[in-house]
C-alpha cells in the first residue's frame, strides 16, 4: 500500500524548503502540483527529477479518485501546491479525504504556512486565532464579516491585493475603526512588509499606496 505525502513548498524564499521534503520529492513516484511551470522552477533548484501531473482548483473533483487508487495500488505520491501547505486555501482537502476514507496512509509535513510567521512577528495575540482564509467575494460577504466582528480571538485572513482596502474599510465598519491590525505583504521575498496600525489607518494608508503582492491580514481582538 502507497502513501500520501501532503509537502509545505517555499512562499517566497527557497531556503525555507527543508531537508526532509526534499527527501520526500526525490522519492515519490509522483508529484502532483498546481502549476508545473511554477513548481519546475522549485524542483530544479533541488534538482529533483520526478515525473509530474497537475491538480488543481479546476480538476481536482475529477482527479482524486484516480490518484486515491494509484496509492491503493502501492504509488507514492507527493502533493505540493504553488506555495506554503497543500490543503490550506489550497488543494490538498479532497485527496486527504478520500485516502483516509480508503484506510490509505497520510502524511503532511511540517513547514512553512503564510499565516503562521504573518500571525507571530504582527505582535496581535497569538494565544487563541481564528484563520478564515479568503473572504467571500460576494455572496456571503456581509454575513461572514458580521460574524468575524463578535469574535474574540485575532482574526487571520488572505486577501488579494486589489481587495485589500475595501476589506479593511469593511472590517473597520463592523469591528470597529480603532481595531487594531496588520498587514503583511510579500512574506519572506525581496520586498516583504509588515505594517500595524487601526483597521482605518491601514486602510487611509493602503489606499494613498494601493499594495502589490500576497497579502495576509491579521486583526486583533478587540481590547
Request: overall charge neutral; proline content about 7%.
Amino acid at each position: 500500500m502507497g502513501i500520501l505525502y501532503l509537502v509545505p513548498t517555499p512562499i517566497g524564499n527557497l531556503g525555507d524548503m527543508t531537508f526532509r521534503a526534499v527527501d520526500v520529492l526525490r522519492r515519490a513516484d509522483l508529484i502532483l502540483c498546481e502549476d508545473t511551470r511554477t513548481s519546475g522552477v522549485l524542483l530544479k533548484h533541488y534538482e529533483i527529477a520526478r515525473p509530474l501531473a497537475s491538480y488543481h482548483l479546476h480538476n481536482e473533483h475529477l482527479l482524486t479518485e484516480k490518484f486515491a487508487r494509484q496509492i491503493e495500488d502501492g504509488a507514492t505520491i507527493a502533493l505540493i501546491t504553488d506555495a506554503g501547505t497543500p490543503g490550506i486555501s489550497d488543494p490538498g482537502f479532497l485527496l486527504a479525504r478520500a485516502c483516509r476514507k480508503r484506510g490509505l496512509r497520510v502524511e503532511c509535513l511540517p513547514g512553512t504556512t503564510a499565516f503562521v510567521p504573518a500571525l507571530v512577528q504582527s505582535g496581535l495575540p497569538a494565544s487563541s486565532f481564528v484563520f478564515e482564509g479568503f473572504l467571500p467575494v460576494k455572496k456571503g460577504r456581509q454575513t461572514a464579516l458580521q460574524r468575524l466582528a463578535q469574535e474574540e480571538r485575532t482574526v487571520i485572513l488572505y486577501e488579494s491585493p486589489h481587495r485589500l482596502v475595501k476589506t479593511l474599510t469593511e472590517m473597520a465598519q463592523h469591528f470597529g475603526p480603532e481595531r487594531p491590525a496588520c498587514v503583511c505583504r510579500e512574506l519572506t521575498k525581496k520586498f516583504e512588509e509588515t505594517r500595524t496600525g487601526t483597521l482605518a489607518e491601514l486602510a487611509s494608508h493602503y489606499e494613498k499606496q494601493p499594495p502589490k503582492g500576497e497579502i495576509v491580514l491579521v486583526v486583533g481582538p478587540d481590547a
